[in-house]
């Protein structure tokens, strides 16, 4: 199975990007939580599937997709789901441009026709958040067809082949809602969970190298302590954010490590109790 990944890098690798679209290639650097997780995506990109990426938000779901957009060196467009997502922030919109002195109507693709046109990835960042009655838009392009008939044009649009799709959700947040199951039938779905151990260790010693040893300690083993109390149900999933946990290491690199923790983990929850277990588990580790 690595020669189907393999075959489709080194095909990916020839296509030629204007200097516009080579500055859409993610930087990479994901580390997977688990030995097969980030090969098996990445077979399933190769195959041309549609990817759902679920799992609670920090876990790097994000840094998954971009590092399989620096794999293989392919631009990826994304787009940020919300109420307000709308088919004109999906497909493009019609403008009016001048030319030779008169005025005509221009079509501006969107990320979904750019992307298809383009062979890039396509990122739906937090899909649960759009309305229901706007994402049936992309069925046809989801399933085999790969295709896509422009409401706004009539234009016809075949996907390039080294189109690929990836999305992402964090279930059960505020303002999400389960997806419709004919959305959700069209992908391959992977759970996404935080990363820990010797892979969390890497991370740091990677974005912070100059950090002291103690702060390092510190953060890890409170990693480790939140992670063990979201699994107990005493805290919720975003209070063991890996991007909180970056987040409060950075700050703490300019301040003490509980104002740090205090801003960039416990005052973004909304339970007193929780917050106060978060401060109590950082103190048992600050000397």
Not at 18 to 34: F, M, R, V
Not at 242 to 268: F, G, H, N, V
């Amino acid at each position: 199975m690595k020669n189907l990944v393999m075959e489709e890098k080194l095909k990916r690798l020839t296509r030629v990007h204007s200097a516009q679209d080579t500055a859409l290639i993610g930087a990479g650097g994901y580390l997977s939580p688990e030995e097969y997780l980030l090969e098996d995506v990445l077979i399933a990109v190769s195959l041309k599937k549609p990817v759902l990426l679920k799992g609670p938000t920090g876990a790097g779901k994000t840094k998954l997709a971009e590092t399989i957009s620096e794999f293989f060196s392919q631009p990826i467009q994304s787009i940020n789901c919300s109420v307000d997502l709308d088919a004109e922030a999906l497909l493009g919109f019609k403008t009016i441009i001048t030319k030779g002195g008169l005025s005509e109507i221009d079509f501006v693709d969107g990320p979904v026709v750019e992307a298809m046109k383009k062979g890039h990835i396509l990122y739906i960042d937090e899909i649960n958040m759009a309305k229901s009655e706007t994402l049936p838009i992309l069925h046809s392009v989801l399933d085999y067809r790969r295709m896509l008939t422009n409401p706004f044009t009539g234009e016809v649009i075949r996907a390039h082949p080294d189109f690929s799709v990836i999305s992402a959700i964090n279930e059960g947040y505020i303002g999400t809602t389960p997806m419709n199951e004919a959305l959700k039938n069209r992908f391959v779905t992977f759970s996404i969970p935080y990363i820990s151990g010797e892979h969390l260790e890497k991370l740091w010693q990677e974005m912070f190298p100059t950090a002291p040893k103690d702060l390092h300690i510190l953060m890890l083993n409170l990693a480790k302590d939140l992670m063990e109390q979201v699994e107990q149900g005493m805290l919720s999933e975003e209070a063991a954010s890996i991007r909180s946990l970056l987040y409060a290491t950075e700050l703490a690199l300019y301040m003490e490590p509980i104002r740090a923790i205090t801003y960039a983990i416990a005052e973004k929850l909304e339970d007193d109790q929780e917050k106060q277990l978060v401060l109590a588990l950082a103190s048992t580790w600050i000397k």
